[in-house]
């Protein structure tokens, strides 16, 4: 369809029936001609459209709905940019997992076709690009994923209520090797070789649990060093800001006098110390954009600096033999309260 300005634009038409009875005529700009330069990318990006223009017709038995068209209509719906039912992260990892393992293999299937036993097998011989098995942390991720897909067409009506054909696939989630935790001496000879700015953050990570993007969503006004308290409130990722995974991830989290400490020198010592500031901001900015989380984590972060050959997690050091040790925990007289671990006194960041 071409415009008066800007370039050419690809269109969707339906009609629909209003409460009246009267027919109407309804329209929606797919995107313009460079962003979708052929009628098969145009025909795709439509799909989730068409799938709500036909969601009644769609609800009858002997219609015929595809994976690959209940894939277009989750995208359309649940992760679009205007949705904040997800945070950015899930969106991405939902559209990966989507585009990648999901839809090349279902994308033909009718969502009433989908057999339980089918997709066991089908998780069973995924393979990953080198042809080694997938991870079943990852397969888990998939079948649930799948799940959550066919729970959308049953939110919908074009499935029965209790018709997933998920709910008694089999997968386990068990790793294969136990995760690596980094000891006390690992972190002491870390914490020895970072400058301050990036010795701080890992310091305050073994000590909260806090993941990268609620770390680098810090501000100022979150922490309380009255109360030596931090109000965990948003996660940043990809320079989006967004909600906290979970909503145990938003309780506010004790904060140890030393760590309060650093925290404050750090405050006098930096160029953006307003309250509205990111307690990490960078540099190339007058403190409106926080730092980078990948950046930070594998520029200063290097594994050189523990010892090790890989990066290790710096949220599985939070419950490491740092925060346990018996000399430690004495010094830590806080009072214990629902969600408090015994042995330290330190409430757990889920």
Not at 163 to 169: E, M
Not at 266 to 291: H, L, M, Q
Request: aromatic share 8%; charged share 25%.
């Amino acid at each position: 369809m071409p415009r008066k300005y800007g370039p050419a634009c690809w269109e969707f038409l339906w009609r629909e029936t209003t409460h009246e009875g009267k027919r109407v005529r309804r329209t929606a700009v797919i995107g313009t001609v460079e962003q979708l330069p052929t009628r098969e990318l145009a025909m795709g990006a439509a799909n989730g459209l068409r799938m709500y223009a036909n969601q009644i017709r769609s609800r009858e038995p002997e219609q015929h709905i595809s994976v690959g068209d209940l894939i277009d209509h989750y995208i359309q719906t649940e992760l679009s940019d205007q949705d904040s039912w997800h945070s950015l992260a899930t969106k991405l990892v939902y559209r990966e997992f989507l585009t990648r393992w999901i839809r090349p293999h279902w994308a033909q299937v009718d969502i009433r076709g989908v057999r339980t036993v089918a997709v066991d097998q089908w998780m069973r011989d995924l393979q990953r690009g080198d042809g080694k098995p997938l991870a079943d942390a990852t397969k888990a991720k998939i079948r649930n994923l799948m799940s959550v897909l066919f729970n959308h067409a049953i939110r919908y009506e074009w499935l029965e209520q209790g018709k997933n054909p998920i709910t008694f696939v089999r997968q386990s989630a068990k790793r294969k090797r136990t995760p690596e935790v980094l000891e006390t001496h690992e972190i002491q000879n870390l914490l020895r070789q970072l400058r301050s700015c990036f010795r701080l953050t890992v310091l305050l990570d073994v000590t909260t649990g806090l993941r990268r993007s609620e770390l680098f969503a810090l501000r100022w006004s979150d922490v309380d060093f009255r109360n030596l308290v931090v109000n965990v409130g948003r996660s940043i990722y990809l320079g989006k800001i967004g909600n906290c995974k979970t909503e145990t991830s938003r309780r506010p989290l004790p904060l140890d006098i030393r760590v309060a400490a650093e925290l404050w020198l750090w405050k006098e010592s930096c160029r953006y110390a307003k309250p509205n500031d990111w307690i990490f901001a960078s540099p190339r900015s007058p403190g409106t954009i926080a730092v980078l989380a990948r950046c930070s984590t594998e520029k200063d972060h290097s594994p050189s600096s523990i010892g090790s050959g890989y990066y290790k997690d710096y949220r599985m050091a939070y419950v490491s033999t740092f925060l346990l040790d018996a000399a430690h925990c004495e010094r830590r007289k806080c009072e214990s309260g629902p969600g408090v671990d015994e042995t330290c006194h330190q409430p757990l960041h889920a």
